[in-house]
Protein backbone atom coordinates (compact mmCIF):
# COMPACT_ATOMS: atom_id res chain seq x y z
CA UNK A 1 0.00 0.00 0.00
CA UNK A 2 1.15 3.50 -0.65
CA UNK A 3 2.13 5.60 1.58
CA UNK A 4 3.51 8.79 2.72
CA UNK A 5 4.99 9.63 5.85
CA UNK A 6 6.13 12.69 7.92
CA UNK A 7 8.46 13.59 10.45
CA UNK A 8 7.87 15.52 12.98
CA UNK A 9 4.41 15.42 13.04
CA UNK A 10 4.72 18.71 14.97
CA UNK A 11 7.06 21.56 15.84
CA UNK A 12 7.44 24.40 17.85
CA UNK A 13 10.42 26.98 17.19
CA UNK A 14 11.03 30.36 17.76
CA UNK A 15 11.70 33.45 15.38
CA UNK A 16 14.83 33.24 13.55
CA UNK A 17 15.67 29.51 14.02
CA UNK A 18 16.23 27.32 11.01
CA UNK A 19 14.00 23.97 10.60
CA UNK A 20 13.98 20.91 8.31
CA UNK A 21 10.88 18.61 7.41
CA UNK A 22 11.05 15.36 6.58
CA UNK A 23 8.76 13.14 4.46
CA UNK A 24 10.07 9.95 3.20
CA UNK A 25 7.10 7.80 0.81
CA UNK A 26 6.89 3.99 -0.38
CA UNK A 27 4.97 4.73 -3.54
CA UNK A 28 5.12 2.45 -6.73
CA UNK A 29 5.81 4.08 -10.12
CA UNK A 30 6.56 7.59 -8.45
CA UNK A 31 6.58 10.55 -10.74
CA UNK A 32 6.75 13.81 -8.21
CA UNK A 33 6.90 14.51 -4.50
CA UNK A 34 4.99 17.97 -3.84
CA UNK A 35 5.24 20.34 -0.83
CA UNK A 36 2.22 22.54 0.32
CA UNK A 37 1.22 25.15 3.32
CA UNK A 38 -1.62 24.64 4.69
CA UNK A 39 -3.21 27.60 7.16
CA UNK A 40 -7.16 28.36 7.03
CA UNK A 41 -7.55 27.78 2.96
CA UNK A 42 -6.37 25.75 0.17
CA UNK A 43 -2.87 24.38 0.51
CA UNK A 44 -0.66 26.62 -1.07
CA UNK A 45 1.62 24.59 -3.72
CA UNK A 46 5.54 25.05 -2.72
CA UNK A 47 7.28 22.66 -4.49
CA UNK A 48 7.16 20.14 -7.05
CA UNK A 49 10.10 17.61 -7.18
CA UNK A 50 10.94 15.25 -9.20
CA UNK A 51 14.54 14.74 -9.87
CA UNK A 52 16.76 13.85 -7.11
CA UNK A 53 19.61 15.53 -5.69
CA UNK A 54 18.20 19.59 -7.29
CA UNK A 55 17.41 21.89 -4.80
CA UNK A 56 14.83 23.81 -5.43
CA UNK A 57 14.16 27.68 -3.71
CA UNK A 58 12.13 30.02 -2.93
CA UNK A 59 13.19 32.62 -0.38
CA UNK A 60 13.78 31.28 2.94
CA UNK A 61 12.26 27.93 2.15
CA UNK A 62 14.18 25.10 0.19
CA UNK A 63 13.58 21.90 -0.70
CA UNK A 64 15.37 18.63 -2.23
CA UNK A 65 14.46 15.36 -3.02
CA UNK A 66 16.49 11.74 -2.91
CA UNK A 67 14.67 9.11 -5.00
CA UNK A 68 17.54 6.89 -3.55
CA UNK A 69 16.40 7.31 -0.07
CA UNK A 70 12.55 7.76 -1.05
CA UNK A 71 12.70 10.77 1.05
CA UNK A 72 12.35 14.58 0.64
CA UNK A 73 13.65 17.38 3.41
CA UNK A 74 12.14 21.15 3.24
CA UNK A 75 13.87 23.66 5.46
CA UNK A 76 12.41 26.73 6.41
CA UNK A 77 15.63 29.52 7.28
CA UNK A 78 14.87 32.67 9.55
CA UNK A 79 11.89 31.19 10.17
CA UNK A 80 9.19 33.97 10.67
CA UNK A 81 5.44 33.90 12.83
CA UNK A 82 3.98 33.98 9.38
CA UNK A 83 5.52 30.61 9.03
CA UNK A 84 3.23 29.17 11.05
CA UNK A 85 0.88 25.95 9.53
CA UNK A 86 1.00 22.56 8.43
CA UNK A 87 3.41 21.76 5.80
CA UNK A 88 2.10 18.75 3.59
CA UNK A 89 3.79 16.14 1.56
CA UNK A 90 2.43 14.43 -1.19
CA UNK A 91 3.75 12.15 -3.72
CA UNK A 92 2.09 11.93 -7.42
CA UNK A 93 2.61 8.45 -8.74
CA UNK A 94 3.67 8.04 -12.89
CA UNK A 95 0.25 8.37 -14.06
CA UNK A 96 -0.74 11.32 -12.24
CA UNK A 97 -3.74 9.66 -11.45
CA UNK A 98 -2.90 9.13 -7.47
CA UNK A 99 -1.97 11.45 -4.89
CA UNK A 100 -1.13 9.75 -1.74
CA UNK A 101 -0.56 12.84 1.22
CA UNK A 102 1.16 12.30 4.57
CA UNK A 103 -0.19 13.65 7.95
CA UNK A 104 1.53 17.33 7.81
CA UNK A 105 4.12 19.02 10.07
CA UNK A 106 2.32 21.33 12.45
CA UNK A 107 5.09 24.11 12.70
CA UNK A 108 4.21 26.44 15.41
CA UNK A 109 6.92 29.68 14.92
CA UNK A 110 6.77 31.60 18.60
CA UNK A 111 7.53 35.29 18.54
CA UNK B 1 -7.38 2.00 6.68
CA UNK B 2 -9.94 4.38 7.22
CA UNK B 3 -9.20 7.35 5.07
CA UNK B 4 -10.69 9.96 2.77
CA UNK B 5 -11.61 7.62 -0.31
CA UNK B 6 -12.35 8.93 -3.85
CA UNK B 7 -13.85 7.60 -6.66
CA UNK B 8 -13.87 6.69 -9.38
CA UNK B 9 -9.92 7.61 -9.47
CA UNK B 10 -9.90 7.81 -13.22
CA UNK B 11 -12.56 9.48 -15.64
CA UNK B 12 -12.10 10.30 -18.97
CA UNK B 13 -15.47 12.01 -20.56
CA UNK B 14 -16.13 13.36 -23.86
CA UNK B 15 -16.76 17.23 -24.23
CA UNK B 16 -20.82 18.21 -22.86
CA UNK B 17 -20.85 14.78 -20.83
CA UNK B 18 -22.14 14.52 -17.42
CA UNK B 19 -19.97 13.44 -14.78
CA UNK B 20 -20.10 12.90 -11.45
CA UNK B 21 -17.41 12.34 -8.19
CA UNK B 22 -17.54 11.11 -4.95
CA UNK B 23 -16.07 11.46 -1.81
CA UNK B 24 -16.26 8.81 1.18
CA UNK B 25 -14.62 11.56 4.18
CA UNK B 26 -13.27 9.81 6.93
CA UNK B 27 -16.47 8.59 9.28
CA UNK B 28 -17.50 11.41 11.59
CA UNK B 29 -15.67 14.06 9.67
CA UNK B 30 -17.57 17.33 10.57
CA UNK B 31 -16.10 19.49 7.59
CA UNK B 32 -15.77 18.42 3.92
CA UNK B 33 -13.53 20.46 1.06
CA UNK B 34 -13.14 19.64 -2.84
CA UNK B 35 -10.59 21.27 -4.51
CA UNK B 36 -9.76 21.37 -8.29
CA UNK B 37 -5.70 21.18 -8.99
CA UNK B 38 -4.17 21.62 -12.35
CA UNK B 39 -0.78 20.01 -12.72
CA UNK B 40 2.03 22.11 -10.95
CA UNK B 41 -0.53 23.86 -8.98
CA UNK B 42 -1.87 23.78 -5.63
CA UNK B 43 -5.44 23.19 -5.26
CA UNK B 44 -8.03 25.75 -5.69
CA UNK B 45 -11.16 25.64 -3.47
CA UNK B 46 -14.10 25.23 -4.59
CA UNK B 47 -16.66 24.36 -1.96
CA UNK B 48 -17.31 23.44 1.18
CA UNK B 49 -19.73 21.49 4.31
CA UNK B 50 -19.92 21.18 7.83
CA UNK B 51 -22.55 18.24 8.15
CA UNK B 52 -24.69 18.55 5.08
CA UNK B 53 -25.09 22.22 5.07
CA UNK B 54 -23.04 23.58 2.04
CA UNK B 55 -21.43 26.65 3.61
CA UNK B 56 -19.25 28.12 0.95
CA UNK B 57 -19.66 27.14 -2.72
CA UNK B 58 -17.51 30.05 -4.07
CA UNK B 59 -15.08 28.45 -5.55
CA UNK B 60 -17.04 26.72 -7.72
CA UNK B 61 -16.16 28.29 -11.32
CA UNK B 62 -19.79 27.74 -13.32
CA UNK B 63 -23.32 26.94 -12.74
CA UNK B 64 -21.93 23.07 -14.48
CA UNK B 65 -20.53 22.76 -11.21
CA UNK B 66 -23.11 21.55 -8.48
CA UNK B 67 -22.18 19.44 -5.24
CA UNK B 68 -24.16 17.53 -2.51
CA UNK B 69 -23.66 15.80 1.03
CA UNK B 70 -27.17 15.10 1.49
CA UNK B 71 -26.70 12.73 4.59
CA UNK B 72 -23.52 14.41 5.96
CA UNK B 73 -21.15 11.80 5.16
CA UNK B 74 -20.41 11.12 1.56
CA UNK B 75 -20.31 14.06 -1.12
CA UNK B 76 -20.83 14.25 -4.49
CA UNK B 77 -19.23 16.58 -6.99
CA UNK B 78 -20.97 16.87 -10.74
CA UNK B 79 -19.96 18.51 -13.58
CA UNK B 80 -22.53 18.93 -15.86
CA UNK B 81 -21.48 19.64 -20.06
CA UNK B 82 -18.09 19.06 -19.11
CA UNK B 83 -15.21 21.11 -20.84
CA UNK B 84 -11.76 20.45 -21.37
CA UNK B 85 -10.93 23.17 -18.89
CA UNK B 86 -12.07 21.01 -16.34
CA UNK B 87 -9.64 18.66 -17.12
CA UNK B 88 -8.02 18.44 -13.68
CA UNK B 89 -7.42 16.90 -10.52
CA UNK B 90 -9.94 16.95 -8.54
CA UNK B 91 -9.44 16.44 -4.70
CA UNK B 92 -11.66 15.81 -1.51
CA UNK B 93 -10.61 16.46 2.16
CA UNK B 94 -12.24 15.84 5.21
CA UNK B 95 -11.72 17.37 8.61
CA UNK B 96 -12.95 17.17 12.16
CA UNK B 97 -13.21 20.58 12.78
CA UNK B 98 -15.52 22.82 11.61
CA UNK B 99 -14.06 25.96 9.53
CA UNK B 100 -11.40 27.53 11.17
CA UNK B 101 -9.18 24.86 11.52
CA UNK B 102 -6.51 24.19 9.38
CA UNK B 103 -6.46 20.47 9.41
CA UNK B 104 -7.52 18.67 6.79
CA UNK B 105 -7.29 14.75 5.36
CA UNK B 106 -7.00 14.41 2.01
CA UNK B 107 -7.95 11.46 -0.54
CA UNK B 108 -5.76 10.62 -3.30
CA UNK B 109 -8.15 12.70 -6.22
CA UNK B 110 -10.03 11.78 -9.28
CA UNK B 111 -8.06 13.15 -12.41
CA UNK B 112 -10.46 14.14 -15.14
CA UNK B 113 -9.65 14.16 -18.52
CA UNK B 114 -12.10 15.83 -21.65
CA UNK B 115 -11.74 14.88 -24.69
Known amino acids: EDKVVQSPLSLVVHEGDTVTLNCSYEVTNFRSLLWYKQEKKAPTFLFML????IEKKSGRLSSILDKKELSSILNITATQTGDSAIYLCAVMDNYGQNFVFGPGTRLSVLP | GAGVSQSPRYKVAKRGQDVALRCDPI?????LFWYQQALGQGPEFLTY????????KSGLPSDRFFAERPEGSVSTLKIQRTQQEDSAVYLC?????????????FGPGTRLTVL
Open chain 2, 27 to 31: SGHVS
Open chain 2, 93 to 105: ASSPWTSGSDEQF
Open chain 2, 49 to 56: FQNEAQLD
Open chain 1, 50 to 53: TSSG
